[in-house]
Nanobody, 124 residues
Framework: QVQLVESGGGLVQAGGSLRLSCAASGRTFSSYAMGWFRQAPGKEREFVAAISWSGGSTYYAGSVKGRFTISRDNAKNTVYLQMNSLKPEDTAVYYC?????????????????WGQGTQVTISS
């Protein structure tokens, strides 16, 4: 497993932007696919975005496609989530996760390491 620490959350107005970062340590970061999930109060954790081990493939939930961009820097052991055109419904705790699968997936069960989460709050 890898250890993951998210940062970059905060409070922004609707229409604004945030960039989340997830720093990894432990086993070889570049061999893991990475994903971002989020969980709003009273709701189940949901998939947001994923990126393959090489960064060559990315996947997005329909609700964020065109607004969010996932990327990774294997030299820095870091994955990012650039979030633009934020909406109040994007408010949630955002979690970074690592998957031993080369491509990753959209299910939480595809991932075996999780960060502690970072709060993102969007005001209307």
């Amino acid at each position: 497993q890898v250890q993951l620490v998210e940062s970059g959350g905060g409070l922004v107005q609707a229409g604004g932007s945030l960039r989340l970062s997830c720093a990894a340590s432990g086993r070889t970061f570049s061999s893991y696919a990475m994903g971002w999930f989020r969980q709003a109060p009273g709701k189940e954790r949901e998939f947001v975005a994923a990126i393959s081990w090489s960064g060559g493939s990315t996947y997005y939930a329909g609700s964020v496609k065109g607004r969010f961009t996932i990327s990774r820097d294997n030299a820095k052991n870091t994955v990012y989530l650039q979030m633009n055109s934020l909406k109040p419904e994007d408010t949630a705790v955002y979690y970074c996760a690592a998957s031993p699968l080369r491509i990753g997936g959209t299910r939480a069960s595809d991932y075996d390491s999780w960060g502690q989460g970072t709060q993102v709050t969007i005001s209307s």
